[in-house]
């Protein structure tokens, strides 16, 4: 190999090497590089805000802001979701897998450095001249090659910030969901609670009867033991409660003085309409960070094995599920929606990886967008069922319960019923009581569930 041949080489690395993408490098290299795509999804899918902090000082200015939405406050669900996004450990090493995927396109967008250091003395037609020539070969393929290699590293960095979205709506979600059931914790134990006040002093009654003869031993201990069974629920109560607080603690990333905060007492009053989205089907399809990993999956398979021909919709991977709404008069109907799946040419795929990586990731995700229309269809169907139950409890069972126990009190201050009665009348009002708060519970589950359904945010032991 002559020095002319190595010179033009050399001159032709460094003049690829002076074509790289000078506006990628500069969206790569930046510090929050892919996180206002991030964020700006996040806003939309749950109202807040969430904040990558990449140092002392931004961490030291995060923790003063959770400190002073939550330190001895009572706070909602919007501030639990608030604070999870901004405080919550795991999510911020998320972040930095997106920070890391950046830098991969960044230096990929780079590309090499073409440069050489040798003697010229000494080279002759032997192997050291083919083994020169072999090296810059390489160097000058890899730049030819680096527009490619770059726009997959592109479509793989646009996954990152997908991917990246996906789990912050999903923290969101799980800690909306850890709220809920914080609330609905106390709220049970509060409700036992007050039970527990009327059992007493019918127990404190069957006592004083006993010492002056007027009811014997198996009566009395049949008046104590509704007492001590409310003792144990309530104990048991209260523990779900602060295990529950407890995990809402950790999902806000909250240690130390921080974990002195409330939440409320009870859950909100159902909505005055029932709620439901007629187009849930289609905001899943069009919102679900997994399903547009997927897509971009298929884009990024035929990047790399370079697969051409014309890109069209195939009807067999096509997705045009019919949706058959339920026959119910208060439930709204569910618009239908389809997702298309890009099927590229293979017959003239030389390469048979290439050819089934793509069908293979084409099959999943077909499969993904049934299991999202599907998951969709729950969800709706879910939050209008859970409302209904709710309000059945609310306006139906409950008045009715409230009545049997008005007059069973008049019954027994008339002295017409025993002290038994009242207390099985109790007992059955206070199941009452917790049942219509459970379905309350229920509601506000599948109305945070639905979010999570859309965005593809599922939260974690939520997928039935």
Request: charged share 25%; net charge negative; hydrophobic share 45%.
């Amino acid at each position: 190999m002559s020095v002319r041949s190595i010179s033009l080489l050399l001159i032709s690395g460094m003049v690829l090497a002076a074509c790289a993408d000078q506006a990628v490098i500069a969206t790569a290299s930046d510090r929050q590089a892919g996180f206002a795509f991030v964020s700006d999804g996040a806003r939309r899918a749950t109202g807040a805000k969430t904040v990558w902090a990449q140092s002392a000082k931004e961490i030291a200015a995060t923790e003063a802001r959770v400190h002073a939405l939550v330190h001895g406050k009572t706070i909602g669900p919007d501030t639990a979701v608030q604070v999870a996004l901004m405080n919550n450990r795991g999510l911020q090493a998320a972040y930095a897998d997106l920070g890391l995927s950046a830098t991969e396109l960044w230096e990929v967008a780079i590309g090499p450095n073409p440069n050489l250091g040798l003697s010229l003395s000494g080279i002759g037609e032997g192997g050291l001249a083919r083994t020169f020539e072999g090296v810059i070969t390489a160097a000058v393929l890899e730049l030819a090659t680096q527009k490619q290699r770059t726009a997959l590293a592109e479509t793989r960095f646009r996954q990152a910030q997908l991917r990246a979205l996906g789990q912050t709506v999903a923290l969101a979600s799980e800690t909306r969901m850890a709220w809920i059931d914080a609330v609905a914790a106390f709220e049970a134990s509060a409700l036992i609670g007050r039970a527990q006040g009327t059992a007493d002093a019918a127990s404190e009654l069957a006592a004083e009867l006993g010492r002056t003869g007027a009811m014997n031993r198996a009566d009395q201990a049949r008046e104590h033991i509704f007492t001590a069974e409310l003792a144990g629920e309530r104990a048991n109560a209260k523990l779900e409660a602060q295990l529950a607080k407890e995990k809402l603690t950790r999902l806000m990333g909250l240690w130390g003085a921080e974990t002195a905060y409330y939440v409320p007492d009870r859950l909100p009053g159902l909505p005055r309409h029932q709620p439901g989205r007629s187009d849930i089907e289609r905001l899943a399809l069009t919102h679900r960070t997994d399903l547009a990993i997927g897509k971009l999956e298929l884009e990024a398979i035929a990047q790399d094995y370079r697969l051409t021909g014309q890109t069209l919709p195939s009807s067999e991977a096509e997705i045009v599920a019919g949706v058959e709404a339920e026959r119910d008069e208060e439930a709204a109907p569910i618009l239908d929606a389809s997702l298309q799946i890009p099927i590229y040419d293979t017959g003239k795929l030389t390469v048979r990886k290439g050819e089934l990586a793509y069908l293979r990731a084409a099959h999943l995700l077909s499969e993904q967008a049934v299991n999202a229309r599907s998951e969709a269809r729950s969800a709706h169907a879910a939050v209008t069922g859970k409302y209904r139950i709710a309000r059945h409890w609310r306006d139906t069972v409950l008045p009715l319960r409230r009545t049997v126990d008005e007059e069973a009190l008049k019954s027994y201050n008339g002295m017409l019923t025993s002290t038994f009665d009242l207390i099985a009348d109790a007992r059955e009002g206070l199941e009452a009581e917790l049942s219509t708060a459970e379905a309350k519970a229920d509601y506000w589950r599948a109305e945070a569930a639905l979010t999570a359904v859309i965005w593809g945010g599922t939260p974690k032991g939520d997928a039935e």
